[in-house]
């Protein structure tokens, strides 16, 4: 469910205009500035102001907007149409029972706030321009609060709407006419490569893994003895997540390791874990909050210490592994010796620029069926070892249909599936437009 008209119901101001503030745009020809109550849905109402916001919003973003008086009519019939969809999504998901962790909604608000103001040089820049966008940094907040807590609720009732339906079907026309509709907007085509790959990561000593373990048996016995789990994790956490208490926020099946995830969706809320361990360390899960298919967790990742010596086995290992692929052996056979994880083993059409530096090098005029590396790739607490195989090279250039068929068919679906909830909706729900 495209949640654009979210922005407009709560009349936020987009990073992108706060990015280019200026003054409110005039009335254009045909517009005025009247109040009212243009349509009813359930228990709420939509004003003729709300309307004019979100027109004003719309331009803020560089939408067009007509000046001809028939075009401007339709335009804004649209809008109110969109508008009215909106409401009724979120007045059904709230009787549909869904609701919103408000944590949740203020990180997810103080995350955006802090990409936003990183846009400025200063501080005073940042309320200038909203001011300039009639916003404070108070009010502003609150408007971005309301967004994403309507945006949380409609992604929600929209997702378990949507499973329940059999996928619709999609004719080639309508793919056709979609690609050549929207072709304009698709930009040029990155560079792109495909590859095979095996990574080698350290692995610590014995000793060194014995010593995590013990680390780790000692936060579990505290924890018996009723320590707190966000205090150990800020004091014995070795990742990014032991800053916020070991927080994971929230996941689905699948997201996680293996290990990890068959511990945490075998729990019940509120359960502290054993000692699991997986390629990253020994992890003390606690399940934190149960929401349908998702899960809310903490845990407590102690990692052995990686020492010099290890990363140089790594590297012989790794060029083992080159020797082996240019001498002809399978890269999945590899890739399973050595335990790479199956989401990395084979990467396909991935755009030259969005792959890390020193491998974008590597690639550099390799061409199909070359083997590459090792190439130290940096990430995470320590170096790993990558050797690739190309499979696959991509010139930059215009998209084909078929470049961007799988996802014109998806978005096919899902406008489909949006459509048909709204006309339920609008069946089941009184619905009254006076415009």
Same mark, same amino acid.
């Given at each position: 469910? $495209?949640?654009?008209?979210?922005?407009? /119901?709560?009349?936020?101001?987009?990073? #992108?205009?706060? @990015? !280019?503030?200026?003054? %409110? &745009?005039?009335?254009?020809?045909?517009?005025?500035?009247?109040?009212?109550?243009?349509?009813?849905?359930?228990?709420?109402?939509?004003?003729?102001?709300?309307?004019?916001?979100?027109?004003?919003?719309?331009?803020?973003?560089?939408?067009?907007?007509?000046?001809?008086?028939?075009?401007?009519?339709?335009?804004?019939?649209?809008?109110?149409?969109?508008?009215?969809?909106?409401?009724?999504?979120?007045?059904?998901?709230?009787?549909?029972?869904?609701?919103?962790?408000?944590?949740?909604?203020?990180?997810?608000?103080?995350?955006?706030?802090?990409?936003?103001?990183?846009?400025?040089?200063?501080?005073?820049?940042?309320?200038?321009?909203?001011?300039?966008?009639?916003?404070?940094?108070?009010?502003?907040?609150?408007?971005?609060? $309301?967004?994403?807590?309507?945006?949380? /609720?409609?992604?929600?009732?929209?997702? #378990?709407?949507? @499973? !329940?339906?059999?996928? %619709? &079907?999609?004719?080639?026309?309508?793919?056709?006419?979609?690609?050549?509709?929207?072709?304009?907007?698709?930009?040029?085509?990155?560079?792109?490569?495909?590859?095979?790959?095996?990574?080698?990561?350290?692995?610590?000593?014995?000793?060194?893994?014995?010593?995590?373990?013990?680390?780790?048996?000692?936060?579990?016995?505290?924890?018996?003895?009723?320590?707190?789990?966000?205090?150990?994790?800020?004091?014995?956490?070795?990742?990014?997540?032991?800053?916020?208490?070991?927080?994971?926020?929230?996941?689905?099946?699948?997201?996680?390791?293996?290990?990890?995830?068959?511990?945490?969706?075998?729990?019940?809320?509120?359960?502290?874990?054993?000692?699991?361990?997986?390629?990253?360390?020994?992890?003390?899960?606690?399940?934190?909050?149960?929401?349908?298919?998702?899960?809310?967790?903490?845990?407590?990742?102690?990692? #052995?210490?990686?020492? !010099?010596?290890?990363?140089?086995?790594?590297?012989?290992?790794?060029?083992?592994?080159?020797?082996?692929?240019?001498?002809?052996?399978?890269?999945?056979?590899?890739?399973?010796?050595?335990?790479?994880?199956?989401?990395?083993?084979?990467?396909?059409?991935?755009?030259?620029?969005?792959?890390?530096?020193?491998?974008?090098?590597?690639?550099?005029?390799?061409?199909?069926?070359?083997?590459?590396?090792?190439?130290?790739?940096?990430?995470?607490?320590?170096?790993?070892?990558?050797?690739?195989?190309?499979?696959?090279?991509?010139?930059?250039?215009?998209?084909?249909?078929?470049?961007?068929?799988?996802?014109?068919?998806?978005?096919?679906?899902?406008?489909?599936?949006?459509?048909?909830?709204?006309?339920?909706?609008?069946?089941?729900?009184?619905?009254?437009?006076?415009?």
């Amino acid at each position: 469910m $495209r949640i654009a008209f979210a922005l407009l /119901l709560t009349a936020l101001a987009a990073p #992108a205009a706060l @990015a !280019q503030p200026g003054t %409110p &745009a005039q009335p254009q020809q045909g517009e005025e500035h009247w109040d009212g109550v243009v349509a009813v849905v359930g228990d709420t109402v939509l004003l003729r102001s709300d309307i004019m916001v979100a027109l004003e919003q719309l331009r803020a973003q560089g939408q067009t907007v007509p000046t001809d008086p028939q075009e401007y009519g339709r335009f804004i019939r649209g809008l109110t149409d969109q508008l009215v969809n909106d409401l009724l999504l979120i007045e059904a998901a709230r009787d549909a029972g869904e609701v919103v962790d408000p944590n949740d909604i203020e990180r997810t608000v103080d995350q955006r706030i802090a990409e936003t103001r990183a846009r400025f040089p200063s501080e005073a820049a940042y309320i200038q321009a909203l001011a300039e966008a009639g916003r404070t940094p108070e009010n502003y907040r609150a408007e971005l609060i $309301r967004r994403f807590a309507d945006e949380t /609720l409609i992604n929600r009732f929209t997702s #378990a709407r949507k @499973a !329940q339906m059999a996928p %619709p &079907a999609v004719s080639e026309q309508e793919i056709r006419e979609f690609f050549e509709a929207n072709r304009a907007q698709l930009g040029t085509r990155p560079a792109a490569i495909s590859f095979q790959q095996v990574l080698i990561r350290p692995e610590p000593g014995d000793s060194a893994r014995a010593a995590a373990l013990k680390t780790a048996e000692t936060v579990l016995q505290e924890l018996g003895k009723g320590g707190d789990f966000e205090v150990l994790a800020r004091r014995y956490g070795t990742d990014a997540t032991s800053e916020r208490g070991g927080d994971l926020g929230w996941f689905r099946q699948g997201q996680m390791v293996r290990e990890f995830d068959q511990a945490v969706f075998a729990m019940r809320p509120g359960q502290v874990s054993g000692i699991v361990r997986t390629e990253f360390g020994f992890h003390i899960i606690k399940l934190e909050k149960v929401r349908g298919p998702e899960r809310q967790a903490r845990h407590i990742l102690i990692r #052995a210490t990686i020492s !010099q010596a290890d990363t140089d086995r790594a590297r012989q290992r790794a060029d083992s592994v080159a020797t082996a692929a240019r001498a002809g052996a399978s890269m999945p056979d590899l890739a399973a010796k050595y335990d790479t994880p199956d989401e990395v083993r084979f990467q396909r059409d991935v755009p030259m620029d969005r792959l890390p530096a020193e491998v974008s090098a590597a690639f550099q005029g390799a061409e199909v069926g070359t083997v590459v590396g090792p190439v130290a790739v940096a990430g995470g607490p320590t170096t790993a070892f990558a050797v690739a195989r190309v499979t696959g090279r991509q010139t930059e250039g215009e998209y084909t249909l078929e470049d961007v068929r799988a996802q014109i068919v998806g978005r096919l679906r899902e406008m489909k599936m949006d459509q048909r909830i709204v006309e339920e909706l609008r069946r089941d729900m009184h619905v009254s437009v006076r415009l």
